[in-house]
């Protein structure tokens, strides 16, 4: 279920400097797949990930446990049901690609979703996974997002690998604003999401530019590219 906090920031969530840095991580990665097929948006929230994969081609099904949510997405032209993570009323095998971003944070039972993921993705299909990382970033933010953990590059790739999935890359997320969160992380509940200038907008989004020459270091987010085994 979202938040208040995730709430307040879906309006102008596409606008957002974190919200276009994850768009185009997506379709960078999702550009590696080749020809477009079935793909599954978990935790879809405002449905941006999912209209990403749509221009792409893709033929998309959203899914998000919140029903506001749920109707945003369908307001938009996304094909979105309300539905938990935990328990996926779709078939095995079913999607080429399964997207999903922010959510395992958001769940106690972050496994059993994970073995859902998996269940629903056809063999030799694709996941693209985010997560926060490091609990040493751990701050009232994380509980307005309704996030009940960050993850280890070491704990999210057991957490996949038990599930079922091979993980192919993890790839450091935001390098560049670690040391500010670090340093801001008591004082603030919302720095990642709080609406902003436009130019202080611009001046974020150049640290996705960093991230893709200091991948080596570590970042507050991780995209993981897995694949279920065939």
């Not at 020809?35 to 792409?56: C, F, T």
């Not at 999607?95 to 496994?111: N, P, Q, S, Y």
């Not at 957490?159 to 670090?182: C, H, K, Q, S, Y």
């Amino acid at each position: 279920m979202q938040t208040i906090e995730s709430r307040r920031v879906a309006p102008t969530a596409d606008e957002h400097w974190w919200a276009r840095a994850r768009r185009s991580v997506l379709l960078r990665e999702v550009g590696r797949l080749g020809s477009p097929g079935v793909a599954l948006d978990v935790g879809a929230g405002d449905g941006a990930a999912s209209r990403g994969l749509m221009s792409l081609g893709w033929d998309v099904t959203a899914i998000d446990a919140d029903p506001s949510a749920v109707a945003r997405c369908r307001a938009t032209g996304v094909d979105a049901y309300e539905a938990d993570a935990r328990w996926l009323p779709l078939p095995s095998d079913a999607f080429d690609l399964v997207t999903c971003f922010e959510t395992l944070a958001r769940i106690d039972e972050d496994d059993q979703a994970a073995h859902e993921l998996t269940r629903v993705l056809r063999p030799g299909g694709t996941a693209l996974i985010t997560v926060p990382h490091d609990m040493t970033l751990w701050s009232a933010h994380d509980l307005t997002l309704g996030r009940v953990r960050r993850y280890s590059r070491d704990a999210v790739t057991l957490l996949l690998t038990e599930a079922g999935l091979t993980v192919d890359a993890l790839i450091n997320l935001n390098t560049l604003l670690r040391p500010l969160i670090r340093l801001t992380r008591h004082r603030s509940a919302g720095f990642e999401h709080t609406p902003r200038h436009r130019t202080t907008n611009r001046a974020l989004a150049l640290t996705q530019y960093a991230d893709r020459h200091l991948r080596t270091l570590p970042g507050t987010a991780l995209l993981v590219r897995a694949h279920r085994p065939a």
